[in-house]
């Protein structure tokens, strides 16, 4: 029922229900009202005088005609105090008959008005501050994503004969990451990564990429779809590639998160260990002079090293482990790494005379052990090498067989 309340007569409201034993219509039930409470309560709280001094509302009545039998509900508004609204709604259940039908009628209940309208005010204030919240939060977070990217925009270059795009720091940095798509490159510049550059496809950009992977220390970070796989297998046939980056399976380096892209660059794996892992073939060296192979072919002149059972003890323990154990001339370690952190941490460490680890031997490991003084290096395989010094022992799983 649609009622009109004037604001000012109405404090309460009063709501019966009327079942009469006949057909009777609305004004039936109003004059039948007016008639039996006539006189009853006396001059104060007659209802003709009540509602002449507006302290008592329209009577407004709905009712339904069905088998014979009428039923409804009656509301009355009023602006009285509760004493005499309770003695008017009391009054009500006193009405018996509805034009010739018997009736009766029951109060329902006597609802405060005001409190009702406090609880639709509260509620309404609710919705609006929830939106005026999410609106702040939308815009804020607009406004700091915009001027994100604008910053971004700004930093993104293009770099090199082949104009990959890339962040601003390729050429003062030391290592870069490659990525697919210009997309990439700004994911990771907004979380402060710089060093970053874009291939574009699968067309490896030769000028640029693959003369950079040849100065730097080169990581590839792909997506992790089949989109990103074949990009990777190009990158590490064509340029020089030291570790392998993936972003979880199905997801794409443009959209994760800063948490996802950091543990994705920090799990990452030598290049020659992925490759050997998924049956992926390398760049290929160029041939080998004769002083080269005479290097190689004294790894197998080298006698096995006196603590062997040792070493083979070690290697066994940390098969699968993607492990590296660390120790000095007198055969004590040193300490213990995931094998991803093997090349930086041996940069970093002193009297290191063996390593031993769940992994590839690469060119590069190589290099730096002979950097360190490294005497001997045992490795899960031989990876593609191409010079070993005559200063280190190279020893395999097979060797120590």
Do not use: W
Not at 352 to 372: C, H, K, M, Y
Request: some cysteine; charged content about 35%; hydrophobic content about 35%.
């Amino acid at each position: 029922m649609s009622i009109v309340l004037d604001p000012s007569t109405t404090k309460y409201m009063i709501k019966a229900h009327i079942k009469a034993e006949g057909i009777v219509e609305k004004s039936d039930v109003v004059g039948a009202i007016f008639g039996q409470t006539e006189g009853l309560l006396g001059d104060e709280l007659d209802l003709r005088e009540l509602q002449r001094s507006a302290r008592v509302g329209r009577i407004e009545v709905e009712i339904e005609a069905r088998n014979g039998k009428s039923e409804g509900t009656i509301l009355i508004p009023t602006s009285t105090d509760k004493v005499d609204t309770a003695i008017l709604a009391a009054a009500l259940e006193s009405i018996d008959r509805v034009g010739p039908c018997k009736a009766k009628i029951t109060i329902d209940e006597i609802e405060d008005v005001r409190v009702a309208k406090r609880k639709k005010i509260v509620e309404r204030a609710r919705e609006l501050l929830g939106k005026i919240l999410e609106e702040s939060k939308i815009e804020g977070a607009s406004i700091s994503d915009n001027v994100r990217q604008a910053l971004n925009v700004e930093e993104i270059e293009y770099y090199g004969p082949d104009r990959c795009p890339a962040g601003p720091n390729i050429d003062s940095s030391d290592s870069i990451i490659i990525v697919e798509g210009r997309r990439d490159v700004l994911n990771l510049l907004k979380y402060g990564i710089k060093n970053v550059i874009a291939v574009g496809g699968t067309n490896i950009p030769k000028k640029t990429i693959i003369d950079l992977s040849k100065e730097k220390i080169t990581t590839a970070f792909v997506d992790g779809d089949r989109g990103g796989e074949l990009i990777l297998k190009e990158l590490l046939q064509v340029a020089e590639i030291d570790f392998v980056a993936r972003a979880p399976p199905t997801r794409e380096v443009e959209e994760i998160p800063q948490k996802l892209i950091m543990k994705a660059l920090k799990n990452k794996i030598p290049a020659e260990q992925y490759a050997e892992m998924y049956g992926i073939e390398l760049k290929k060296e160029e041939k080998k002079t004769n002083e080269t192979q005479g290097e190689l072919h004294h790894k197998e002149e080298f006698t096995l090293p006196e603590n062997i059972e040792n070493c083979k003890k070690i290697l066994k323990d940390l098969s699968g482990s993607l492990k590296a154990v660390l120790l000095d001339r007198q055969g004590k370690e040193l300490r213990k790494i995931p094998v991803r952190e093997l090349t930086d941490k041996l940069k970093k460490s002193k009297n290191v005379s063996t390593i031993i680890f769940d992994g590839v031997i690469t060119q590069r490991l190589i290099d730096i052990a002979n950097e360190q003084n490294v005497q001997t290096i045992v490795g899960m395989k031989l990876g593609n090498v191409t010079k070993i010094p005559t200063t280190i022992k190279i020893y395999t799983k097979e060797d120590l067989q």
